[in-house]
Nanobody
Framework: VQLQASGGGLVQAGGSLRLSCAAS????????IGWFRQVPGKEREFVAA????????YYADSVKGRFTISRDNAKNTMYLQMNSLKPEDTAVYYC???????????????????WGQGTQVTVSS
């Protein structure tokens, strides 16, 4: 089981990045997908989640209206489109899978079983 996150980098405030999370050795069809982020010295923070079908999405208030989570089950890949980036979005971003059925669990890191290795996003002011 492997999740490979990519697409991070350095961008100026106001810019955009698209993160990808490719799954291998298993299919993600039955899993909800979440994106979290973490800065040194702080707990991992929920960013966004999408249910197994892609029909429902959930966002942290801090990114609502700027970030969009999506998935392509045929490609076994998930995405996080990040627009209007701010310096406070700087963090390592992680993708993860969850078998939780209730959306109330999606914002909790403990609900996720498999995690990608993280990709660094740095937003300069």
């Amino acid at each position: 089981v492997q999740l490979q996150a990519s697409g991070g980098g350095l961008v100026q405030a106001g810019g955009s990045l698209r993160l990808s999370c490719a799954a291998s050795r298993f299919t993600v069809d039955d899993y909800a997908i979440g994106w979290f982020r973490q800065v040194p010295g702080k707990e991992r923070e929920f960013v966004a989640a999408i249910n197994w079908s892609g029909g429902s999405t959930y966002y942290a208030d801090s990114v609502k209206g700027r970030f969009t989570i999506s998935r392509d089950n045929a490609k076994n890949t998930m995405y996080l489109q990040m627009n209007s980036l701010k310096p406070e979005d700087t963090a390592v971003y992680y993708c993860a899978t969850s078998r939780a059925q209730a959306s109330g669990y999606y914002s909790t890191a403990g609900s996720y079983g498999y995690w990608g290795q993280g990709t660094q996003v740095t937003v300069s002011s």
